[in-house]
């Protein structure tokens, strides 16, 4: 087996600076107790029926005053929202009316997880963990259709998470209203000894004569469902214990062809050949603790997988798809929120997926099998680790796909009340044992054992890591973007007896960077080699391995003047 290291130690400096609102008014400076909402269980069987008759709804508090957000940020609403929530063991039900006159409406398509500002929609965001940056949320239209994100990193929203809960909606002439059963078994969160609280908000939509709502007031500068402004869910009664929460989902498949042959004259039919294949493996999602998930996965299929756009590729870098998988999808920020977007040290769809030379196209490489550990420890600490292996794929006599094994593991710091630092380290092992030596041989960058990399193809002249490189990597400047002054440097040589360096990167890079909540200054240092434990150095920088430290601070919640 032959391992390459890479390492990637990148320093961020950030500085604060005061955001103004320009045109926007500052969040009012209000009482905390307006912005809460006290929650009771509840004894009444609930309905699920969009017509608010049990008992329950008539004695719950009920929020309204709902700020405009857009197209400005003073005032109440002119179509206003009344909120009610209720619970009992197995569900958290949310109710709502919201008013608007029923011709008024405004859809585009029945599509679950329809796009942003493609409908009239309800939002409720939650934050259990308090931490101003990872929530979920839950969206609803006037035509029940439904939607659902994960939010990480303050205000990004990941609309390929999907889970399961109920909801209906009674259509009435000045308003519609909603009710919402979320099982708890949907929900991450923690129950502690005394009172329990939850960060939430609910932002409304409407398309026609459009403006944006909230309860709790946002700011016109910042999204809409940025966790920053949230109001505080008390619950009276404490919530039910996560329990177990285990899912399994199997899978079997098969599948027969039969090739007919036929003479090419007569087409009188020669022979008949059938050949058959099938498949079985599944999924399985284990609740460690109620904030800490174990995915395992065998032999995935992901067919039940939604297809990628069809983009048409104009510039000279490669397309970045956003992950669908399940495996992949929840604390995804974990795992993905390092560098820029388009050089990243991890990116998921890297596994199971790969380059045939032969064809020009990229190919499905069979995955036997993976784990994934990602969630809170703590209060302050998130840890993800993630191992898959896959398998070998030839596809000819001399271009061979080598089995390879994926290993990440990162770690998250909280810092302050909205901050956090956080390192991830990433390997990949090609099992290039059982490759001849003609296969191995091969450096084409388009043919043979593909590897994980940020550079291209490199070798040395004389295969010991000693000599001059025939190919040192050029970097572009539009691959890291934007560029103020930058410095780029290569070389080779040997470190010591069995290590080879095959290539040294030196970056230096300053960039402004207008940040959402405050402008900062980044600067970055990036020293990078992809390292080889043995002294030939034929194909360096095929394997990686890489750390990096990114960090983000922010205050406990934006400055605003």
Not at 32 to 38: F, P, V
Not at 238 to 259: L, Q
Not at 477 to 490: M, Y
């Amino acid at each position: 087996m032959m391992r390459t290291y890479y390492l990637l130690l990148p320093i961020f400096v950030i500085t604060f600076g005061t955001v103004n609102a320009q045109g926007g008014a500052a969040a009012p400076a209000t009482a905390a107790s307006e912005y809460q909402l006290h929650i009771r269980k509840s004894a009444d069987e609930i309905q699920i029926n969009g017509i608010l008759d049990e008992p329950c709804w008539q004695t719950a508090d009920v929020l309204s005053q709902f700020h405009y957000q857009f197209p400005v940020d003073t005032g109440l609403s002119a179509f206003q929202t009344e909120i009610r929530m209720t619970f009992n063991d197995r569900f958290l039900y949310i109710a709502a009316i919201c008013h608007q006159p029923k011709e008024t409406i405004t859809f585009q398509s029945l599509k679950r997880d329809f796009a942003n500002g493609t409908s009239d929609v309800l939002n409720i965001l939650f934050d259990p963990f308090k931490d101003g940056l990872n929530g979920v949320s839950f969206g609803v239209n006037p035509l029940n259709v439904q939607r659902e994100a994960l939010i990480d990193n303050g205000t990004t929203l990941s609309f390929d998470w999907d889970n399961r809960w109920n909801s209906a909606v009674s259509l009435s002439d000045d308003h519609w209203t909603v009710e919402i059963a979320i099982p708890f078994k949907t929900l991450r969160y923690k129950v502690t000894e005394g009172q329990n609280s939850w960060y939430m908000n609910f932002v409304r939509l409407k398309l026609r004569d459009p403006e944006v709502s909230t309860w709790y007031p946002v700011p016109r500068q910042y999204a809409a469902n940025n966790v920053a402004f949230t109001g505080k869910l008390i619950w009276d009664d404490a919530p039910p214990s996560p329990g177990a929460n285990v899912s399994f989902i199997p899978y079997a498949s098969g599948r027969y062809d039969i090739e007919y042959n036929r003479d090419p004259t007569t087409l009188d039919l020669q022979k008949r050949n059938g050949t058959s294949s099938y498949g079985i493996g599944g999924d399985a999602k284990v609740a460690v603790t109620p904030s800490l998930n174990l995915d395992l996965t065998f032999n995935p299929d992901f067919s039940q997988v939604e297809v990628d756009r069809q983009v048409t590729n104009l510039s000279r870098f490669e397309l970045f798809f956003p992950e669908r998988r399940q495996f992949f999808l929840e604390n995804r920020d974990l795992f993905a929120m390092f560098g820029f977007p388009s050089t990243r040290p991890f990116f998921s769809r890297r596994i199971g997926l790969a380059y045939n030379p032969n064809t020009g196209q990229n190919e499905a490489v069979p995955i036997l099998a993976g784990a994934r550990l990602s969630g809170k420890i703590n209060e302050n600490w998130r840890i993800g680790l993630l191992n898959m292996q896959t398998q070998r794929k030839d596809w000819d006599s001399l271009s061979v796909l080598p089995a390879a094994n994926f290993t990440v593991a990162t770690l998250q710091r909280k810092v302050r009340e909205r901050s956090a630092i956080s390192a991830i380290f990433v390997d990949k092992e090609n099992a290039l044992g059982k490759l001849n030596e003609a296969q191995r041989a091969i450096s084409n960058p388009g043919k043979g054992w593909q590897g994980w990399s940020l550079t291209s193809i490199q070798r040395t002249t004389n295969g010991k890591g000693n000599g001059t490189t025939t190919a040192p990597f050029p970097p572009t400047r539009k691959s890291v973007a934007p560029l103020l002054p930058s410095f780029w440097a290569t070389a080779t040589g040997t470190l010591t007896q069995g290590w080879a360096i095959c290539s040294l990167i030196v970056f230096i890079q300053q960039t402004w960077v207008l940040c959402r909540e405050m402008p900062c200054n980044n600067f970055s240092l990036v020293l990078a080699g992809p390292f080889t434990p043995t002294r030939r150095c034929s194909i360096p920088g095929r394997l990686v391995s890489m750390a990096t430290i990114p960090s983000v601070f922010r205050p406990k919640k934006p400055i605003v003047k």
